[in-house]
């Protein structure tokens, strides 16, 4: 009867139940350049390998932008955070609403600060 309806599930709402939302986001400086580029062709045969959907945002290397976008990831529901950090990035306070979220967070290219250990 579901195929008959065309019934498609909502991945958004059975992510809220099982607190897996198999969503990555993925934020680069850059994807014109060739390391960057070849870093995220990688990342997407991963995941699609794996069941996981990629959110990527470019940040043109702006550390403002940088910041919108991880204040908008810090309330979105997703299973983990790659980053490349933007060359003038202060990523000290920012990254913290996200690592209180409990989403893991993978520096691509260096961190600027030593997180305190989760408790």
């Known amino acids: ?3 008959e309806l065309n019934y498609r599930p909502n991945f958004n709402a059975m992510g809220l139940v099982n607190r897996n939302s198999h969503n990555i986001a993925v934020i680069l400086p850059f994807i014109t350049n060739y390391y960057f580029s070849t870093v995220i062709t990688g990342i ?3 995941a699609y390998k794996n069941d996981y959907n990629i959110i990527l ?3 043109n290397d ?3 932008r940088e910041l919108s976008i991880i204040k908008n990831l810090a309330v979105s529901n997703l299973d983990g955070l ?3 950090v933007s060359t003038n990035s202060d990523a000290g306070t920012h990254f913290q609403q996200v690592i209180d979220t409990g989403v893991p967070i ?3 290219t260096g961190c600027l600060m030593v997180f305190p250990p989760r408790k």
């Open 62 to 64: 702006s550390p403002e």
């Open 1 to 3: 009867m579901a195929s």
């Open 57 to 59: 945002h470019i940040t």
């Open 106 to 108: 993978v520096f691509l």
């Open 82 to 84: 790659l980053i490349s």
């Open 44 to 46: 997407q045969e991963v």
